[in-house]
């Protein structure tokens, strides 16, 4: 295997600019400052590219990520705003915000970049070559930390090279981030708003604007944004299935498909862990529409992006823990 060079961050200008929002639109990965930290931007609406972003963190799961915008108004359009929402856009964007809101029957983004999950988390981050890059690009771009899983979050541009190296396509160097924190993380999906990361807009300033919040961090490094929220379909999940049981569905992987369902996806026929964990939230919607049987899940390696496809079927097979004591993997 020949080593690919480890992209050097380039200076934010014009050009620079420009080339990244080309290579995004090409689905690659490119990196970018933001006020708070780095963030490993890809095309949120192409499931492909948002799977790369897992890859290259190697996250042993799919947590949700966020799409972020140079708009209020393309924000509107994915998500459903309600009044709260409107309040605290109006007082913090662009700016260190992000909110958790329900994706509209519609949502353009990739279901990979919700795991799955009936909400999006959307954001306009306020620094300037985030915004010229998200209005050069003229799409939304999901922006985890960029950081390899379990590492520190950057927030300069030499730390995102040492730690994501050559599966990112091209780093933009805006200099040390303002904020240096992750955003705060308010989800508005109940009657009660809940403040899921704590950063930079703090509690006090977001219940001046809406009102008291439930906070749901438990220590002070927790940030659950895994909590009580991964998809767990309707119908029973078997795993490693190696025949079909009647009735059941079928989510195959690979090039030899069990024989005899009704109904089948294939994750890959080609067996490619990319594309599997890019259509693997889509799939298991479909087949949950699909039959109340039951799912019959063939083995999926448990290498490189396995691990993270695993995961989530584990989570999808298993009961629905308990919302306690689950933290962000991050
Ligand atoms: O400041 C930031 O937010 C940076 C910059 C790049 O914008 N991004 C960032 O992304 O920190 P990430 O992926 O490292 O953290 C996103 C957090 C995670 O805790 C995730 O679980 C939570 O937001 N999150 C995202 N979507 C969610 C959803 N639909 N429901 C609940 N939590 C969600
Ligand atoms: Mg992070």
């Known amino acids: 295997m020949t080593e690919k060079p480890l992209p050097k961050p380039l200076p934010a ?9 080309r290579l995004l639109a090409e689905g690659k990965l490119a990196a970018f400052p933001t006020e708070t930290v780095y963030g490993l931007g890809a095309d949120a609406r192409s499931d492909e590219a948002v799977a790369a972003i897992f890859a290259a963190k190697q996250r042993p799961s799919f947590n949700p990520l966020i799409a972020h915008f140079a ?14 929402a409107e309040k605290l856009a109006e007082a913090f964007w662009p700016g260190p915000l992000t909110l958790v809101l329900p994706r509209r029957a519609d949502c353009g983004i990739s279901l990979l970049c919700s795991a ?3 909400s999006q988390a959307v954001r306009l981050p306020s620094h300037p070559v ?3 890059l998200l209005k050069e690009t003229g799409f939304p771009l999901a922006a985890p930390s960029a950081n390899a899983s379990g590492r520190l ?13 050559a599966s990112v396509a ?4 805006g200099g040390p981030c303002q904020v240096g924190l992750e955003s705060t993380v308010v ?14 807009v703090t509690l006090a300033d977001l219940e001046r604007v809406i009102g008291p919040m439930k906070a749901r961090i438990k220590g002070p490094v927790t940030a659950p944004g895994m909590l009580e929220s991964h998809y767990a ?23 030899d498909p069990l024989p005899g369902a009704r109904v089948a996806e294939n994750l890959s026929e080609s067996g490619d862990l990319l594309e599997a964990a890019a259509h693997l939230f889509a799939a298991l919607h479909r087949l949950d529409r699909e039959t109340e049987r039951g799912i019959a899940v063939m083995p999926i390696p448990a290498e490189g992006l396995g691990l993270a496809i695993n995961d989530r079927l584990a989570r999808a097979a298993a009961p629905r823990p308990s919302p306690e004591g689950e933290a962000d993997p991050e």
């Not at 200008?13 to 929002?21: C, D, H, V, Y």
């Not at 359009?77 to 709260?84: G, K, T, W």
């Not at 508005?188 to 704590?198: F, G, Q, T, V």
Request: proline fraction near 7%.
């Open 13 to 21: 200008t014009q050009e620079t600019i420009k080339e990244a929002a």
């Open 71 to 84: 708009e209020v108004e393309a924000a509107q359009r994915e998500v459903l705003f309600d009044h709260r």
């Open 116 to 118: 799955g999950l009936a």
């Open 130 to 132: 985030a915004r010229a």
């Open 153 to 165: 979050s950057p927030t300069q541009a030499e730390h995102v090279s040492e730690s994501l190296g």
């Open 170 to 173: 091209m780093i933009l160097d």
């Open 187 to 200: 989800e508005l999906l109940e009657e009660e708003a809940h403040l899921l990361r704590p950063g930079a």
């Open 233 to 255: 379909p309707k119908a029973p999940l078997r795993l490693n299935a190696t025949e079909l049981a009647p009735g059941e569905a079928l989510l195959a992987f690979g090039p």
